[in-house]
């Protein structure tokens, strides 16, 4: 119901709410290796998806690979929802 009023109120973003409900769907392989052992592979393939998506997410990639160590401590939260996402993501991210 909450996007079907969003997408009346022209607030919804049809690209990201398609990422969201199925990631990345391409059987092409992902080129670059994941750069840390605690990335899932299917994990390491939406980032590469998501990377580009929109300006919010260009670059997505480059931040976990070179801010590895505060991207792992917010991936082992209890709650990461009730976090601070690394490098400004809770500044430049939407509610949805």
């Known amino acids: 119901m909450v996007t079907m009023i969003m997408d009346g109120d022209n607030v919804l973003n049809r690209t990201e709410l398609d990422f969201f409900l199925k990631g990345n769907t ?7 290796p994941k750069p840390y052992p605690w990335v899932s592979e299917n994990g390491w393939k939406d980032l590469q998806k ?17 801010n590895g160590p505060a991207w792992k401590a917010w991936y082992d939260l209890e709650q990461p929802e009730q976090a601070e996402i690394p490098c400004d993501y809770t500044k430049k991210l939407s509610k949805f």
């Open 50 to 66: 998501l990377d580009g998506l929109g300006d919010t997410w260009n670059g997505v990639v480059d931040n976990l690979v070179n």
């Open 26 to 32: 391409s059987l092409e392989p992902v080129e670059d």
